[in-house]
């Protein structure tokens, strides 16, 4: 079946007074409808920058360097100002990480509310009963008088509830999510992470879920994509990453035993060493300086997306068949 979402060969550069960053490079991955793909990875790995460039929100000083973005006919990493006003917020919504992003906090709920359903020709009770029953969706308890609560009167886990309830009013074939559960404690994240899963499913919509929390990627999503430095590492299948994960960065995130991702682990594990300087990304791959299989053929060679066993693509020279005959 065709993906919603095809990202093929993205770049993008942020121009900064110290130099050119590359902060995605050759980005190659797909968004199958009705299903959810994590984006893993550390922080400054280009995990968030995906996602705004899924959105047409990427910051002033960013380009696109390469590559293209196909949702059907539109090109969304070349789409202007026009088409994101068609796009955005109908096709594509995004709940940030902060609720306070999307949020007027000198506007009631309710009234954020209709205004996003500006497009619908429906009276404004119709609209007001459309408001109420999406923040009945997302389990927000006496919805009908959260109409007229001001953002900063509900709680931080009930602001994020609204937020998502607002994107999914404008029913979007695509949600992106970056890291919405970041700023809420343990079980306010997994009581989210449930409730996006059980919307997903009743939506029927695509979910980018960007997140450094490994335990709440297995449990969310159907696809993963392990970003390092600006590229996929490794993408495939979440059973594949994480019953057997192939690139030395997912065994090390992981820390080779699959049974820890069930422990409530919510940072990503520490791997010595850095991220390496993405003015000057390394000519070979870009792992080798942290990777304990490094030889001679990752300093010379970028390693290519080759084809793992169980469908999933591994950005790394042992698993190049050729080095399996030599
Ligand atoms: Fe490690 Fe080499 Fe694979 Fe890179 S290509 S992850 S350095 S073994
Ligand atoms: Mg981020």
């Known amino acids: 079946e065709e993906p919603l ?4 060969g993205l770049s993008v550069d942020f121009d900064t007074p110290r130099g050119t960053i590359q902060a995605l490079r050759d980005i190659d991955l797909t968004v199958p409808k009705g299903k959810v793909l994590g984006i893993v990875g550390e922080s400054g790995c280009g995990k968030s920058t995906l996602a705004y460039s899924l959105i047409g929100l990427l910051a002033e000083n960013a380009r696109v360097a390469g590559g293209a973005i196909r949702m059907g006919e ?19 919504a995004m709940i940030f ?47 009908a008088s959260k109409l007229d609560a001001y ?3 509900l709680s931080g886990g009930m602001r994020q509830r609204v ?10 074939d695509l949600l ?25 499913q009743k939506f029927g919509c695509s979910v980018v879920f960007v997140s450094h929390h490994l335990g709440t990627v297995a449990e969310l999503c159907d696809d993963v994509a392990v970003m390092y430095a600006g590229e996929v590492v490794e993408r495939g299948s979440a059973r594949s990453l994480f019953h057997d994960p192939q690139h030395p960065y997912t065994q090390a995130l992981l820390d080779c035993d699959p049974a ?6 919510r940072t990503l594990p520490t791997i010595p060493g850095t991220l390496p300087d993405l003015r000057q990304p390394p000519r070979g791959c870009a792992f080798r300086a942290r990777c304990p299989h490094a030889w001679g053929r990752c300093e010379r060679e970028h390693p290519p997306l ?21």
């Open 151 to 153: 953002p900063h009167q």
């Open 306 to 326: 080759y084809p793992g066993a169980a469908g999933q693509r591994v950005r790394c020279h042992l698993s190049d068949p050729a080095e399996d005959a030599a």
């Open 5 to 8: 979402v095809a990202v093929e």
């Open 97 to 143: 990480q902060d609720p306070m992003t999307a949020l007027n906090p000198v506007t009631t709920i309710g009234q954020q509310m209709l205004d996003i359903q500006y497009r619908d020709r429906i009276s404004r009770s119709e609209k007001r009963a459309r408001a109420v029953e999406f923040l009945e969706q997302v389990q927000i308890p006496d919805a």
């Open 176 to 200: 992106i999510a970056d890291e919405p559960t970041t700023a809420l404690d343990a079980t306010l994240e997994m009581q989210i992470v449930a409730l996006l899963r059980e919307l997903q």
């Open 260 to 265: 820890r991702i069930k422990i409530a682990t």
């Open 163 to 172: 937020c998502i309830a607002m994107a999914l009013l404008t029913q979007p």
């Open 74 to 92: 539109h090109d969304l990493a070349r789409l202007g100002a026009a088409g994101w006003r068609d796009l955005r917020g109908t096709r594509v």
